[in-house]
C-alpha cells in the first residue's frame, strides 16, 4: 500500500509539466569543478588556508542561489572538533625466525599511521598473529580470534569478507561486502581486544582500489573525532602491507599465505602465530583542531520543521604527493563534482523560474525545508558527518531523507543508473520512478564487495535511521556501451582516484551528470512538497532507528 501511495504521488508531480534537463547547466557544474580543484584550492585539504577559501566560495554560491546560512550561530558553518595525528620519521623492521631483520619504509613496504596514541610509538618484539578476517560477528556465529588473548601484538588481516573469494558460501552478504569487511571496522575490533596494532594485506580486487591509493591516502595526517582515551577506538599502529611484502613476511615464517587465505574462510579458522615480531618505532604528534561542515538552508513555507538533505563533501587529500612533480591531489571527480552539484541543485530550489524548467509544477519555495550540507573530513574518515549525526544541527527525527553526492560522471549519458544499497528503503521507488522517465533504468552496484554502501557521507546518518540516496549514473553508456562505461571506471579507479591525476578537463562530458543532477532535483521536490515519509524495508538492519526516531516525532 505504502509503495502505491508513494508512487501515485510522485507521478502527479511528474504529469504536470515536462522535464526540461536543460535547466541544470552542464556549464555552471563545470566552472564550479574546475575553480575548487584548481592548484589555487591546493586539494581542499582540511585546516589549511584551501578550507577558508572553499568555505568562502560555497557560501558565496549557495547566497546567490536564495539560500540562508544553516549552521551555528547564523553562520554557514558547523564547527567539527577533531583531533589530528601526524606520524614522522618511521623506524619500523620485522624480526625474523632466523634472525634477521626485514626493514620496512612507509609507501613502499607498508604504510603507518595511527588514531590510537596521543604520543611517541615504540615496539620491542611485538608478537605478530595472523587473525583471518579479523571478524567477531556472534549473529553469525562467526569468531576469528577463537579466545586468543591479542594484548599488545600485532594483527595481521585480510581485508574484505570471508565470501569475498566465495560468494556461494553465503556466511556473510556473499560478494556483497558487510561492513566486517570494512578496514574501519578491522581497526576498531583491533582496539576493543586491546592489540597494540593491525597489518592489512593489501590485495586490489579485494579492496578495489590499488597500492598507489593506498600509500596516497595513508601519505599525510590522520583525524578522528576528539575522543578522552583514543586507544579504545584504535591501536597505536593503523597499516597497511604490500601484498608482496605479505607473501615475504609469511614465506619467512614457514608459512603458506595462500593456503592460510583459503582456511579463513571458514568458522573453524585457528589463528596462527607466525613467530615474527615487529620493532621500531615512530613520533606522533597530537593536536586538537577545528574543521568546518558548510551548511545551506531554504526553509519551507508550510513544514519548515521538516529537512530534506543534499550532502557531499568538500575536502580532498591535500598535498598528497610531496615528492613528485605534481604534488596536488586535486580531488576534480572526488568530489568536486559533488558539491559543483550541490550549488546547481540549490540554484534550482531557491531560484523559482529555473525550478519551473526542471519540471516544478508551480514556481514556487518548498513546502519542506531543503538544508545544503557540504561535509568537511570524509577523506579521513567520513568524520563530518559522523559529527554533523553526533551533533545534528536540524534534528534526525525531523529530517525525512537525503541525497549523498560523492564523484560523479563526467563519462557522458548513460542508459541506467546504480543505487548503493539498492533494497534497504522505499526511495528506491522515487529512483525507478523518475529514472524511466528519463529511460533509464536501475541497476544494483556492479561491485557490491567493494563496501561503496559503507564509504560515503550518507553512512553515519544511515546509522541512525535517516533513509539516505546514494545513486549516480552506471556503465551502460549510450555511447559506447557497457564496455566503455566498464573502460572509464577501471580508468579512474587505476590512475585518477586519490592521485594528482583527478583533475579538471574540457574534455569532459557532463550530459550523464545532468541528468543525474536532475533526478535528484526531482526527488527532493517530490519529498519536499509533500507528507511522504521514506521508509526503510522491513528486511534492513536500519529500519530500528528509525521506527524510534518517528516515535521521537510524535
Not at 591509493?213 to 586507544?231: A, E, H, L, M, Y
Request: proline share 5%; with cysteine.
Amino acid at each position: 500500500m505504502f509503495k502505491r501511495i508513494l508512487m501515485m504521488t510522485a507521478a502527479l508531480t511528474l504529469m504536470t509539466t515536462p522535464v526540461m534537463a536543460q535547466s541544470i547547466s552542464a556549464a555552471r557544474i563545470s566552472q564550479d569543478v574546475k575553480v575548487l580543484s584548481s592548484d589555487a584550492y591546493e586539494g581542499r585539504g582540511i585546516t589549511t588556508p584551501a578550507e577558508q577559501k572553499t568555505i568562502d566560495y560555497l557560501a558565496k554560491g549557495f547566497a546567490a542561489a536564495g539560500f540562508q546560512p544553516g549552521g551555528d550561530n547564523g553562520g554557514w558553518t558547523q564547527a567539527v572538533h577533531l583531533r589530528q595525528f601526524i606520524v614522522s620519521d618511521p623506524k619500523l623492521a620485522f624480526n625474523l625466525p632466523d634472525g634477521k631483520t626485514f626493514d620496512l619504509h612507509q609507501g613502499q613496504e607498508i604504510t603507518v599511521n595511527t588514531r590510537g596514541a596521543l604520543s611517541d610509538v615504540s615496539f620491542d618484539k611485538a608478537p605478530l598473529v595472523f587473525v583471518g578476517y579479523g571478524v567477531t560477528a556472534p549473529e553469525r556465529g562467526w569468531d576469528d580470534f577463537k579466545g586468543l588473548d591479542v594484548k599488545g601484538k600485532i594483527l595481521v588481516e585480510l581485508i574484505n569478507d570471508p565470501d569475498f573469494v566465495e560468494p556461494q558460501l553465503m556466511t556473510f552478504n556473499g560478494k556483497a561486502m558487510t561492513y566486517y569487511g570494512r578496514w574501519t571496522y578491522k581497526y576498531e575490533e583491533a582496539a576493543r581486544r586491546g592489540a597494540a596494532g593491525v597489518l592489512i594485506i593489501h590485495d586490489t580486487d579485494a579492496a578495489s582500489y590499488g597500492w598507489d591509493t593506498v600509500r596516497n591516502s595513508n601519505n599525510g595526517s590522520k583525524f578522528d573525532i576528539v575522543r578522552p582515551d583514543p586507544s579504545t577506538a584504535s591501536p597505536k599502529l593503523e597499516s597497511w602491507i604490500s601484498h608482496e611484502t605479505a607473501e615475504a613476511l609469511f614465506k619467512a615464517a614457514g608459512q603458506d599465505l595462500a593456503a592460510l587465505r583459503g582456511k579463513a574462510r571458514a568458522k573453524d579458522f585457528q589463528p596462527v602465530e607466525l613467530n615474527v615480531s615487529l620493532s621500531g618505532s615512530y613520533k606522533v604528534a597530537a593536536t586538537e583542531i577545528t574543521t568546518h561542515n558548510v551548511l545551506a538552508r531554504l526553509p519551507g513555507t508550510t513544514h519548515p520543521d521538516e529537512t530534506i538533505l543534499y550532502t557531499g563533501h568538500w575536502d580532498h587529500l591535500g598535498i598528497c604527493a610531496p615528492e613528485a612533480k605534481d604534488k596536488i591531489c586535486n580531488g576534480a571527480v572526488d568530489n568536486g563534482t559533488g558539491i559543483a552539484t550541490l550549488l546547481e541543485i540549490a540554484r534550482a530550489f531557491g531560484q523559482p523560474s529555473s525550478s519551473a524548467a526542471i519540471g516544478q509544477k508551480s514556481a514556487k519555495k518548498p513546502e519542506r525545508s531543503i538544508v545544503m550540507v557540504a561535509f568537511t573530513a570524509e577523506e579521513s574518515g567520513l568524520l563530518g558527518s559522523e559529527y554533523y549525526a553526533s551533533n545534528p544541527v536540524y534534528p534526525l527525527s525531523k529530517t525525512v531523507a537525503g541525497i549523498n553526492m560523492d564523484a560523479l560522471n563526467v563519462n557522458g549519458a548513460t542508459r541506467d543508473i546504480i543505487v548503493e544499497g539498492v533494497g534497504q528503503s522505499s526511495l528506491d521507488d522515487l529512483v525507478s520512478l523518475y529514472a524511466s522517465e528519463q529511460h533509464r533504468v536501475v541497476v544494483p552496484e556492479p561491485r557490491p564487495e567493494s563496501g561503496g554502501f559503507f564509504r560515503s557521507d550518507h553512512f553515519p546518518l544511515v546509522k541512525r535511521g535517516v533513509p539516505m540516496l546514494v545513486a549516480s549514473s552506471g556503465d551502460d553508456m549510450i555511447k559506447g556501451g557497457k564496455a566503455a562505461g566498464e573502460a572509464f571506471s577501471k580508468n579512474y579507479t587505476e590512475k585518477r582516484y586519490h592521485q594528482p591525476a583527478d583533475e579538471w578537463s574540457a574534455k569532459w562530458d557532463l550530459s550523464g551528470l545532468v541528468e543525474d543532477a536532475t533526478l535528484y532535483y526531482r526527488i527532493g521536490s517530490a519529498l519536499a512538497n509533500s507528507a511522504i515519509w521514506p521508509v526503510w524495508r522491513d528486511t534492513s538492519e536500519f529500519k530500528g532507528a528509525r521506527d524510534t526516531s518517528a516515535a521521537d516525532r510524535k
